[in-house]
């Protein structure tokens, strides 16, 4: 397991649990199912991981010196936001790769929301300030496809479907445009 997957099981970890000390913590991750070479999360690790839990996912863990347990200090954070829940909720589908191809006879998954693919390009662009071009097919008139330059500005996932909300070039209208169509 990379760092950045041991680092959300921190954050799903403590925001099920609430407050643990490092060995709770440590012992947990021992017996997960996640941590396929059984290592230990080290104090200097688990600093390091405080650290980019805060810088990546803007969520600060801190020490309790009266209860010896470390807890989220902004957990409602998560609950409050979809993007946390996705995050988790991604990180669980994850994890259950594994398990899911050894039960494949047991498990009914749905297909991967469309247009996927796409979204590292489009998420870049937008961290660039880049402008992207496409052709794009109209779900009414598919003969015929579009050439887009435009500005994106956000993307947003709305019932399976990944889509793209931007601006023209001239920022005179703004799009949605759905990712599986590009």
Not at 48 to 54: G, L, Q, S
């Amino acid at each position: 397991m990379n760092k950045y997957e041991r680092c959300l099981w921190i954050v799903n970890t403590l925001n099920e649990y609430g407050k643990a000390s490092l060995k709770e913590l440590n012992d947990r991750w021992i017996r997960s199912c996640l941590n396929y070479e059984g290592e230990e999360i080290l104090p200097r690790t688990f600093a390091r991981d405080k650290e980019f839990i805060a810088s990546t996912f803007q969520l600060d863990i801190e020490y309790d010196n009266r209860l010896k347990k470390y807890e989220l200090t902004n957990a409602d954070d998560i609950k409050e936001s979809s993007l946390y829940k996705y995050l988790l909720g991604s990180f669980h589908i994850n994890n259950l790769s594994s398990m899911a191809l050894k039960h494949r006879n047991k498990v009914m998954i749905q297909d991967i929301n469309t247009g996927v693919e796409k979204l590292s390009i489009l998420l870049d662009a937008i961290d660039r300030k880049q402008t992207v071009c496409f052709n794009y097919t109209s779900y009414y008139t598919k003969e015929t496809p579009y050439s887009y330059e435009v500005i994106p500005c956000f993307i947003r996932l709305f019932e399976h479907r990944w889509y793209l909300i931007c601006e023209y070039v001239d920022r005179t209208k703004t799009r949605v445009l759905a990712l599986e169509r590009m």
